[in-house]
């Protein structure tokens, strides 16, 4: 099975940090790990991708276990303008997995 | 701001319409897709463009024809269509195809046969 697993939905508290894992246990050793978001009426968003190691940027981090068969999004400081659904998805195979809606609350 | 613009934002149309949905990019990616997504489902990819050649087609119905006239334009003609294609339809860019390429997503039209 080429897709992600992930859990349907998540709330977080604003401020606090949030942490969306991901599955992805038949991954293939030249494929990159990728996360998008989509808000609300939008476009999937890019936030992060990562092959081994971990990788940090303005937007997030993403932590990617030793035998990379799952990852974890993190989100440091929530706002209530993160509210969306995330995807896990594999690069190269251009399949999202099912996604995790996140409501961050006030 | 996105910067893959989609055009037109809302479609209507009826099932023996012919339209044509319309996609583009100034940031020089080589590599253009097309997706569906319905509601509360993940995007579904439906065509890969490569260097403006046709690359993958996952198996789509022939009333859905894509098009690639130059490096920042992608389009998609739409024929005879079923109320089941009701859907948004996303178009999304990268540098080129590979495994280390982010996409670049736009807003998608929102399609509605009747």
């Known amino acids: 099975d080429a897709k992600t697993t992930q859990p349907p939905s998540m709330d977080c508290a604003e401020g606090r940090a949030a942490n969306l894992p991901c599955n992805h246990s038949?991954?293939?050793?030249?494929?990159?790990v990728y996360w998008y978001r989509q808000i609300h009426s939008q476009g999937p968003q890019y936030i992060i991708h990562?092959?081994?190691n971990n990788e940090t940027n303005e937007m997030a981090s993403l932590i990617i276990t030793e035998d990379r068969k799952s990852s974890t999004l993190i989100l440091p400081h929530a706002t209530l303008r993160d509210t969306a659904v995330y995807y896990c998805s594999r690069g190269g195979k251009f399949q999202f997995g099912a996604g995790t809606q996140v409501v961050v609350t006030p | 701001d996105t910067e893959v613009t989609q055009t037109p934002k809302h479609l209507v149309m009826g099932m023996t319409n012919k339209k044509s949905l319309k996609c583009e990019q100034h940031?020089?990616?080589?590599?253009m897709y097309w997706y569906k997504q319905k509601a509360k489902k993940p995007p579904e990819l439906m065509f890969v463009?490569?260097?403006?050649?046709?690359?993958i087609n996952e198996s789509v119905p022939s009333r859905f024809s894509p098009e690639c006239p130059n490096s920042s334009l992608l389009n998609l003609h739409l024929h005879a269509l079923q109320p089941e294609d009701s859907a948004l339809y996303l178009c999304?860019?990268?540098?080129?195809?590979?495994?280390?390429?982010?996409?670049?997503f736009g807003d998608g039209t929102r399609l509605s046969i009747l």
């Open positions: 940031m020089g990616h080589r590599a």
């Open positions: 999304a860019s990268s540098q080129v195809t590979g495994y280390n390429q982010p996409q670049h």
């Open positions: 990562g092959l081994k």
């Open positions: 038949t991954i293939s050793g030249n494929e990159y």
């Open positions: 463009y490569s260097y403006e050649k046709l690359s």
